[in-house]
T-cell receptor, first 113, second 115 residues
């Protein structure tokens, strides 16, 4: 079945350092979504990427979707303590009536103030 | 953004009893809702996809007789854990999919502890 691999599993940074998490799918995706889950909380939708090679920015967050639509990355510039949490990518292969997201294992980001 | 509520937020039950968890989309109609299970420090595992007015589609390895899902309306889906056992203790999260751009909104989750 479809697998979505995400690395690293954990990342600890000093406040102000950059952070990147990578996501790779075994199959071509219709779109990829990114979520953030704070400790004790539930996943919150961040963004959806649909087009090959797409790049989207949200303030200090930059999301990329690979040309082959099999990989994606999330980059945070100058991390802050509020960025702490687990970042999940989730791939959708169907693009239609069989929509189903497959989540990566997530990257837990901790930030040292 | 859209809001999905879940009730209860936590529940403790005795082994052998059944527990019902409700998932509601508060400000939009969700033709499709999803039920996930999450163990501590792990990813979300999709249990089943629930479509309004039809039977749920269960993922491989998920017992449909144990995890009963009902999606009676466009705003409500329920998950009933029947004859719960301690190994069913987990964090259960529902989500609902809005129309285009097809964002998926998660409920706050229900922490189930079976003693």
């Amino acid at each position: 079945g479809q697998q979505v691999m995400q690395i690293p599993q954990y990342q600890h940074v000093q406040e102000g350092e950059d952070f990147t998490t990578y996501c790779n799918s075994s199959t071509t995706l219709s779109n990829i979504q990114w979520y953030k889950q704070r400790p004790g909380g539930h996943p919150v939708f961040l963004i959806q990427l649909v087009k090959s090679g797409e790049v989207k920015k949200q303030k200090r967050l930059t999301f990329q979707f690979g040309e082959a639509k099999k990989n994606s990355s999330l980059h945070i510039t100058a991390t802050q303590t509020t960025d702490v949490g687990t970042y999940f990518c989730a791939g959708d292969r169907s693009g239609g009536s069989n929509y189903k997201l497959t989540f990566g294992k997530g990257t837990l980001l901790t930030v040292n103030p | 953004g859209a809001v999905v509520s879940q009730h209860p937020s936590w529940v403790i039950c005795k082994s052998g009893t059944s527990v019902k968890i409700e998932c509601r989309s508060l400000d939009f109609q969700a033709t499709t809702m999803f039920w996930y299970r999450q163990f501590p420090k792990q990813s979300l595992m999709l249990m089943a996809t629930s479509n309004e007015g039809s039977k749920a589609t269960y993922e491989q390895g998920v017992e449909k007789d144990k995890f009963l899902i009902n999606h009676a309306s466009l705003t409500l889906s329920t998950l009933t854990v029947t004859s719960a056992h301690p190994e069913d203790s987990s964090f259960y999260i529902c989500s609902a999919r809005d129309r285009a751009p097809y964002e998926q909104y998660f409920g706050p989750g229900t922490r189930l502890t079976v003693t």
